[in-house]
């Protein structure tokens, strides 16, 4: 125990006097009251996650791998046309697995080898992701799943959930307090949880006959966006 204080107490020594200055704490006197409360608001997603991705098999690894790479080149360069930044295009998995042919009562045949390379894709206008996507189809791209509905800066809405939440905390502490007989004097602490609600599920059309199929839509809807606090008043 001895040891543990000696290098706290060095610390408080080596700093200036006015972080060495106690700041005062209000006691408790009179009858405490935790309070859970969860604050919302809505917002239109402005952000899309998207991954898009490339399958090819071979009958072997070296041959599949490099199909896959230069179909994948294509997809990235389309994307790239169509205006999408280095930073809104992450690679999220390559894979390579062979593939086999299983019979009844025989040992598995080794048919070839399937090469597959997604990309996530940040879109910051929802409205020009469908037909990008369809873009990516005719060069090469046959998985798409998605999307991921966001916010690109939910700081706004998160501080008018928080403000929610306190009205709605505030609210039923003075309603228990005149239950009680009592009054609230003040908030004694407050801590968060919560954030960015995952969205409603959203249509996104997708038919991979390009010469008979209109574009493919993201229909963004709204989104939740709730904190929940837990919030300590004292009653008096």
Do not use: C, H, W
Not at 15 to 25: F, G, H, R
Not at 214 to 229: C, H, W
């Amino acid at each position: 125990m001895k040891t543990a204080l000696v290098p706290l107490a060095l610390a408080a020594a080596a700093a200036p006097l006015a972080a060495q200055t106690a700041v005062p704490v209000t006691p408790v006197t009179g009858t405490l009251l935790d309070i859970e409360a969860t604050g919302e608001t809505t917002r239109v997603p402005d952000v899309a996650l998207i991954t898009a991705g490339v399958t090819t098999t071979a009958a072997d690894a070296a041959t599949a791998m490099r199909d896959n790479a230069a179909r994948v080149d294509r997809v990235v360069a389309a994307l790239k046309r169509a205006g999408i930044a280095d930073r809104d295009m992450q690679t999220a998995r390559i894979a390579l697995s062979p593939q086999y042919r299983y019979e009844q009562n025989t040992p598995p045949v080794l048919t070839g080898y399937q090469a597959s390379n997604q990309v996530r894709i940040r879109f910051r206008e929802i409205d020009r992701a469908g037909p990008i996507l369809d873009a990516l189809v005719k060069e090469g791209a046959n998985e798409i799943s998605g999307p991921e509905l966001t916010l690109d800066k939910p700081e706004e809405a998160l501080d008018e959930a928080r403000l929610a939440a306190v009205k709605i905390a505030r609210a039923r502490a003075e309603l228990y307090a005149k239950a009680a007989g009592l009054q609230v004097k003040r908030i004694v602490s407050i801590s968060e949880s919560g954030g960015v609600a995952q969205p409603r599920p959203v249509m996104m059309a997708r038919n991979f006959d390009m010469a008979a199929a209109p574009q493919s839509k993201l229909v963004a809807g709204e989104q939740q966006v709730g904190i929940t606090l837990s919030v300590r008043f004292e009653l008096q």
